[in-house]
Structures are given as C-alpha cells and as structure tokens.
C-alpha cells in the first residue's frame, strides 16, 4: 500500500477495490461509543493472525470482518480480551440491505439539482424576461426538468397507478397529476403554444420535498426493521443433533422429524419432541407462564421453547421447523398482525378525505374558468395553480417527520419501535394489560424463608452446582449475607427431585416436597440436614427493578391496569397485592388472554398488552398495541409493536407518552398545513396566484411543518 | 444577451458536477456510518497505513 501525499487523503482513498476482501463475519458490538472503542477493536481484530481485515460501523453498532475460515469464537474471545462484549449475527436473518433507500436518495439529489437549476432560470422570467430571451430560458428548463422529473418522480406514478388500478384514489393520485399536468403545460408553453407562465419549478419542488417525505418514512422504518432483523439473527437457535459417532452442533433449522438431539442444563429446546433418556426440570414459563418448573422424564413430551434447568436429557425430535407449537403459533400471530395493519394511519385518513376534494377542486376550477373565459389554456394555467398549490406537500411531510423524530427518539433511550401506525395506536391507550412472569417480574425468583446461618451455607455448598431457579436464589442469599457455602461432598443432581450429597457424616438433600421433606402443597422445597426437621423453603417471585414506577406513574395518568397471566392464583395475588393491581386473573389460558382483552376492546376501551411469552403471543396480537421485553421470546417481540431493549418496564411508559407527545405534534402539523391551503386557495381559484406564489406557498409550509416536527418535545 | 450563451451551460454544468459528486459520495457509501466518520476523522491512526475497507456484501 502506498503511502499517500497527504494525511487528510489516505484517509478518504482506500485501496485499490480489488485487493479489498469480502467481509466473512459479522459481529454485533453493543456497548461500542466512541472513536477509542473503534481503533481498540479494529486493533484486537487485525492483530489476529487469520484476520485480513476488520471495520467498524458505529452506527449499526457492528464490525464486520474478513476471516475465512476463522470460527467466530475466536474473534469474540479476542473482544472480550480488549474488553468488548460482542455477540454474531446470523446474516442470513438480517436480510438483503435496503437498497430502495439509496434509490430514493439518488432521486433526491437529481431533483433537488434539477429544482435549483430551473428556479434560477425562474427568477430570471419572473423579473420580466421577455420574448426570445424568456423563450430560451423556458427550453432550457424544459431540457432539465422534463427527465428529471421523468427520472425522481416514478414512485409517485408507480404508487398512483397501481392505486388507479385498483380504483382507489391515494395521495399519490393528485400528486402525480399535478406533476404530469404542470410539466406537461409547461412544455407546450416552452414551445411557444401558449404564452402562461411555467411550472417547471413547481413540478419540481413538489417532486423534491414530498421525495424527502418518502425518504424519512423509509429510513425511519428501515432503522426500526433493521434492528429488529438484528433481534432475530443474534437468537440463530442452534441444536446438539446426536450421530453415530458422537454429537455434532447444527442449526435448529436443519433438524428432521426423527433426529437425535440433546439437550444440555441451560438449554432451550430448539424443536418438539419426545423424552428419550434423562430427567429434567422444564422451565415452562416462555409458554405457559407457570413461574415453577415442572419435572420432565422419559417419554414426556416437550415443546419447542422449554428451557431444561438440571439433567441432560436426549430427545426424539418430532416436530421441526414450522411445524412446532411455537412457529405455528407465530403464524397465528401474523394473520392477527395483518388486521392490525389495516389500521389506517392519520396520513392514511387525511389522504381519503383530501384526495378526492383536490380533484374536484381543480376540475371545478377548470370548468368554471372555461365558461367564464371560454379560454382552455387559461383555464388549465389555473387548475394546475390549484392542483399544486393544494398538492399535500406539507401534507406529505407534516405525519412521517414527527413520526421519524419520535421514533428515533425513542431508539436512543432502548425502545424500538417495529409498526407504522404503533405511536398512533399507542397514543390511544386508556387500559394497560400485564404479563406477570418475565414482564412484571424478572423471571427470577428469591428465598422468601429467612434459614440459618448454618444451613443456608450447606444449602448453597448444594445449591451452586445447579441451574434451577430455587438453587440460584439460595445461592444470591447466601451472597447477600456473605456466608460461604459449606463444603459438600459427592454432590448429585436428581433431575426432577433435587440435589443430594454428604457434609461430614449426613446426608444433605434439598429438593421438592415428598422427596426431601413431607409430602406437602406448602412450600417450593425442603432442606433436609439430616439433623432434624426438615425446612421448608418458600420462594417469591423477584420484581423488576422499574415495575413499581412503571405502574405508578401509569395510575398517576389514569390508566386502568390489569395482570393476565397463566400461573396459579397465590403467585399472581402475591404480585397484584404488592403491586396494587385490582383486576388480576389467574390460571389463563392464552385464548383466555385473547378472550378478556377482546372483551375489554368490545366494551370501548383500548388496550395496551405488555408479554414476553408464548402464552401473551395471541394477546399481543389482538391488543390495539403491544410492547414486549427486548429478553421475551422471538414469538412474542414479532407480535409486539414496541420491544424494550433496555430491560425494564420504563420504556412502557416513555413509549406512551411520546406516542401521545408525537400525535399531538402530528395534527398540529396538518393543522398548519390545512391552514395554509385554506388561505391559498382561495387566491388560486381566483387565478391570482402564480408560479411564484405557489413555490413560495409550497417550500415555506414545508419548512413550517419540518420545523415544528424537529422542535423539541415537550 | 448572448453571455447567456456562455452562463447557461456553465451554470448548469456547475450544478451537474455537485450532482455528480453528491451520487459519487453516495455510491462511495459515505452515508452507511456517520457516526463512525465524525468518530474516524480525530483519529490519526490510519493517517501513515490507510486500512482496507472490507465490504458487507450482505
């Protein structure tokens, strides 16, 4: 590589493209900030001696790097050194970049060249330019304008003819009209046919500003698809398929009816299937949002999205891919989802109520004139000044840059935000319905039994080598009040019972009721010391940290709340008591959360669901809005509108309320705009307004609207 | 009147070239990371060894 002259240019030319290689991993960096974060991980990665090369996209907050044949492994532990977390991303879910984006900023860039040209040669005509000069002036526009706008304003006529087709009226109807009306004129004036002014620069300026309407409405849910794609490729499920000689690491995808897998303490069950060796504890709760886990052994069927906690188990896989509850159950969801896009947007109803009054407005103007005057080219002069000047360019703009705004906003502070019409529908909301397991609370529970010294320190020298949520709990107790677990020797785990093992002489057991302890419907669990009684051992569920704030403030807006969930009445009462949630129901069925809030919709009100689980999928497609935790299962964040990824319930109440900011902003926007059609309209039905006019009415209620929408909120 | 003659084609190629170089910065992919550029631009690590840039093709 050679050295370049300057500094400031080696920067900006890289090498020759050849000699540039493909990028083989893709690597998401989520704690990544700073120029430093950039240099340090590009450093730690080059310094590899596999790695041809490594570059950072701070705004995607990923690096991408060509390694061939380098495992990602590798380059993780490289980062973790450097101090990065950093997680692969599965290109094959992150989908085909956007390329209509790029397109549309093409268009932009040759309207916005052809519409500073042509408004040039504008001022010239309008400062009375006559005759042969006037003449010129107009052909050389003409010679700019007419491929310019041929070239930037296709997705105009594509939308508007397809709509046509259908023989609906859009927005794109007027607005290709007044497009194609106002150059064509102008192209027979250029010729020398009529003697009007043109209106290539309104052509042109319509073209330009409704292009950056469209273009922000892109960008906005491009950004909001793009991380949620980002969701879906950090998750690639893998399974450990079972072969002759040994196991082998697959994708969940690849699995057959049929196949061997196992499934390790921690897992997540990639398919449906049947027990075949082992015992486990199951934990249920993405599914069911029963907070216990149920024990699991041979020949018990399990569901894809079941977390096995102890044993090691191997399972017949019986049904993979689409075919299991889970993805079916994700189907469902999509039909519920395509009702809810039906919803039409505030854009959506101004455009049904506008269009065909523009239409008639123009026609009427037209017909008016050319009984008045009898003369056909004056008359269409003047229903194109209406056409344009009615033309929803503000209207365009006034919706997608607050909605862009109030997005983006709410991405910096960890909310996503997947749906077009999800700031509307939020800001409706009067009735919060919550999940319990995961949502309200953290998933986790905490030993609710004050234990002894001694015997929380044998219960924890048990409970570390476990997964299962009680043993997690002893252990953080024993943490908390910094008592070191007891030494214990020969420690088994009886998946689906508890754990057993020896201090000194006695036999330790800590398990479920009827095998450490009496058979009982009481507590969680026993501690057996083998010196007296039997403890038992009560649990609580764990409330998330922003729970409490969450709900208060929601109660402070007079919000009416509700707890839907699937465990049993005592662990839901618990939380709804500690809570102050009066409506509470336990032991619902998903169908019986989709029943409640589609009663709840029935009766006038219109409901926010908040789930994480399989169980609150259906509910979170039939709400008027849903939100799910950013740590919810893949089913649930695809129903929802909003997903949190900052962890917490804050984001519930941030999203509602800069939805409600954002709505407030929105009509105040196409108030502004009716406003100023409401003053100019009447001038160009008139025919007092001329091409001058008209751009300046056009570009300053464009301006107007952009610069109410970027005004600071609140 | 006939500077025109001269001015038009001049100013209109002027606009052309800013045409030309805004698709040429596009197509150069100068807008896929503006927070990592404002970052770059401080330092002066790539000042002496321009890096490879590797491509997503994705």
Redesign the interface.
């Known amino acids: 590589m050679s050295v370049a002259a300057c500094p400031a240019c080696a920067g900006a030319v890289p090498g020759p493209r050849a000699a540039t290689p493909d990028a083989t991993h893709l690597l998401h960096l989520p704690d990544i900030h700073c120029g430093g974060c950039i240099s340090s991980v590009e450093r730690a990665l080059t310094a590899l001696p596999d790695v041809l090369s490594a570059r950072v996209n701070l705004t995607q907050k990923r690096v991408s790097v060509a390694a061939p044949g380098l495992p990602s492994q590798v380059l993780i532990d490289a980062l973790a050194r450097a101090g990065h977390r950093a997680q692969p991303l599965d290109r094959g879910r992150l989908g085909p970049r956007d390329v209509e984006l790029r397109r549309l900023l093409t268009r932009i860039g040759v309207a916005g060249f052809a519409m500073m040209n042509v408004m040039l040669m504008s001022v010239a005509v309008w400062s009375g330019a006559t005759g042969a000069t006037a003449q010129v002036f107009h052909l050389v526009s003409a010679m700019i304008a007419i491929p310019a706008v041929a070239y930037a304003a296709q997705p105009f006529f594509g939308s508007a003819l397809s709509a046509l087709r259908a023989g609906r009226l859009n927005m794109d109807v007027p607005i290709s009209l007044a497009i194609v009306l106002a150059s064509g004129a102008s192209l027979a004036q250029a010729f020398g046919l009529s003697d009007r002014a043109g209106w290539f620069d309104a052509a042109l300026a319509l073209t330009f500003f409704l292009l950056v309407g469209r273009y922000l409405e892109r960008a906005g849910r491009g950004a909001a698809r793009s991380a949620a794609a980002e969701l879906a490729a950090l998750e690639a499920p893998q399974a450990l398929l079972v072969t002759g000689d040994g196991t082998r690491v697959v994708a969940a995808d690849s699995l057959v009816p049929g196949d061997r897998i196992r499934l390790l303490p921690g897992d997540r069950l990639p398919a449906d299937g049947t027990i075949l060796s082992g015992a486990t504890d199951l934990d249920r709760s993405a599914l069911t949002g029963e907070s216990a886990p149920a024990p699991a052994g041979i020949g018990d069927a399990v569901q894809a999205g079941e977390i096995a906690l102890t044993g090691s188990v191997e399972v017949r896989v019986d049904r993979a891919g689409r075919d299991t509850a889970l993805s079916r159950m994700a189907e469902i969801v999509a039909t519920a989802e395509a009702q809810r896009t039906r919803y039409a947007g505030i854009a959506d109803r101004a455009a049904r109520l506008y269009a065909p009054l523009v239409h008639g407005l123009g026609a009427a103007t037209f017909g008016g004139w050319l009984l008045v005057t009898g003369d056909a080219w004056l008359s269409l002069d003047v229903a194109i000044s209406v056409l344009v000047i009615t033309c929803p360019c503000a209207l365009g703009l006034a919706v997608p840059v607050v909605s862009t705004v109030a997005t983006g906003r709410l991405f910096r502070d960890g909310i996503l935000v997947k749906s077009d019409t999800a700031l509307e529908r939020l800001s409706q909301i009067d009735t919060v319905a919550f999940d319990k397991t995961g949502t309200l609370t953290t998933g986790e529970v905490r030993l609710a039994t004050e234990l002894g010294d001694d015997d929380l320190a044998l219960a924890a020298g048990l409970a570390r080598h476990s997964r299962h949520p009680l043993a997690r709990a002893i252990v953080a107790a024993a943490d908390a009040r910094d008592i070191a677990p007891a030494q214990v020797d020969g420690l088994t785990e009886h998946p689906g019972l508890g754990l057993e093992a020896t201090h000194g002489t006695r036999r330790i057991r800590l398990g479920r009721p009827g095998w450490a302890g009496p058979d009982s419907d009481g507590p969680s669990a026993f501690l057996d010391t083998g010196d007296g009684a039997p403890r038992p051992l009560d649990t609580a569920e764990r409330i998330a940290p922003e729970t409490e704030a969450t709900v208060t403030a929601l109660r402070a807006r007079g919000m009416d709340m509700a707890l839907l969930s699937g465990d049993g009445p005592r662990a839901v009462a618990r939380i709804a008591g500690a809570l102050g949630i009066a409506a509470a129901q336990a032991r619902l069925t998903p169908e019986g959360k989709v029943d409640w809030i589609a009663d709840r919709r029935a009766a006038g009100h219109r409901v926010l669901m908040v789930g994480d689980g399989l169980n609150d999928t259906g509910g979170l497609a039939v709400a008027d809005a849903a939100i799910s935790p950013g740590s919810g299962l893949d089913a649930a964040r695809s129903a929802a509108d909003v997903v949190l990824l900052r962890g917490g319930l804050g984001g519930v109440t941030d999203a509602l309320w800069t939805a409600r900011a954002a709505m407030a902003r929105m009509r105040q926007n196409i108030g502004l705009a009716v406003a100023y059609n409401v003053v100019s309209v009447p001038l160009a039905v008139l025919g007092y307004a001329s091409p001058l006019v008209a751009a300046l009415a056009m570009s300053l209620s464009s301006i107007t609207v952009t610069l109410n929408a970027v005004r600071r909120f609140k | 009147?006939n500077v025109?003659t001269i001015l038009?084609p001049v100013?209109?190629g002027l606009?052309?070239l800013?045409?030309g170089a805004?698709?040429w910065t596009?197509r150069a992919g100068q807008?896929?990371?503006?927070?990592?550029d404002q970052?770059?631009?401080?330092?002066?690590?790539?000042?002496?060894?321009?890096?490879?840039?590797?491509?997503?093709?994705?």
């Open positions: 009147m025109l038009i100013s209109t606009g052309l800013g045409l805004f698709l596009l807008y896929e990371d503006p927070a990592g970052a770059r631009a401080l330092s002066d690590e790539h000042d002496d060894h321009p890096a490879p840039q590797a491509h997503e093709s994705s």
